[in-house]
């Protein structure tokens, strides 16, 4: 009897578990052309109730339709919130201001930090900048996103290395105010100075390289560079990152494939040499 149990049990579970994949691979596989099954499936909304949003919705955006909605909803670029649709949050560079203020004084943890044997100087955590909105504004996440790309947009936040906008991840950001360095920018003539240094002085390994069975003739790794100049230079990294982008925008360095900027990563680059 116990054993019989057993087996029953083990099936019972492997039904759930049955139909919980395919609930999920369900899900996966829905196309959403019509919004009521995307407010019925995320939002467990009745269709006589989601009708009535999205008729609402649609009589305030009469340039919209049923399927581009569809498309706003899957990507959150709209939101359900007090049993509306709406669209996500915008802010003038007024209210943006004052949320840095209140966000200053705040709990936000605000600190220098390191990453990779690299300090950066008070910095907070994106993530942290959504968990913070979410409470004290009561925002969904989306929301919440959407403020914070606001504030970068409005320059009053940035990544340390300028090479993201604003993300829910563990990334760096600090408040841009008069008491953040300008990075440098070179000219020409210093970009094209510091090109033959460092295609002179050896510091900077430049040789062939070999990627998935194609050679590359002459070239270094931006990561590399990027450590060159903030040993050689007295550069932090930011600033190495944007010493490197400048001798991308003379022309003076580019990625061997021409697919990417300057970034500080495993890429290949090469000096364009006349």
């Known amino acids: 009897m116990i054993y019989l149990r057993v087996i029953n049990l083990s099936l019972f579970m492997g039904n759930i578990g049955l139909v919980s994949s395919l609930r999920i691979n369900f899900m996966n596989a829905v196309n959403y052309q019509s919004p009521n099954i995307f ?6 909304i009745s269709v006589n109730d989601a009708n009535k949003m999205i008729e ?19 990507s959150e670029q ?8 709406q669209g ?4 003038s560079l007024t209210e943006a201001t004052e949320l840095v203020q209140e966000l200053k004084k705040g709990s936000l943890v605000v600190k220098d930090r390191q990453h990779n044997l690299s300090t950066y100087p008070q910095c907070f955590i994106g993530s942290e900048l959504v968990d913070w909105l979410m409470t004290h504004r009561e925002l969904l996440e989306a929301e919440a996103i959407a403020l914070g790309q606001n504030l970068l947009e409005h320059d009053l936040i940035s990544h340390v290395l300028r090479d993201h906008d604003f993300k829910n991840e ?3 950001y600090q408040f841009q105010d008069a008491s953040t360095p300008e990075l440098p920018t070179l000219s020409l003539g210093e970009a094209t100075a510091l090109a033959q240094e460092l295609q002179k002085n ?3 390994t430049i040789k062939n390289r070999r990627h998935r069975l194609n050679s590359y003739k002459q070239c270094f790794i931006g990561s590399e560079l990027v450590d060159c100049l903030v040993t050689n230079h007295n550069a932090s990294v930011a ?3 944007a010493m490197g982008q400048s001798l991308s925008s003379h022309n003076l360095i580019a990625h061997v494939h021409h697919e990417h900027d300057f970034k500080n990563e495993f890429l290949f680059y090469q000096f364009q040499n006349s």
Request: zero cysteines; aromatic letters at 6%; hydrophobic letters at 45%.
């Open 39 to 44: 407010l019925l499936l995320h939002h467990q």
């Open 56 to 74: 609402k919705w649609l009589q305030q955006h009469p340039q919209e339709s049923r399927a581009s909605l569809s498309k706003l909803l899957e």
């Open 78 to 85: 709209v939101i359900v919130k007090h049993g509306r649709i």
């Open 88 to 91: 996500l949050p915008r802010l």
């Open 170 to 172: 563990f990334l760096f």
């Open 202 to 204: 050896g510091k900077l």
């Open 239 to 241: 600033e190495a990152i």
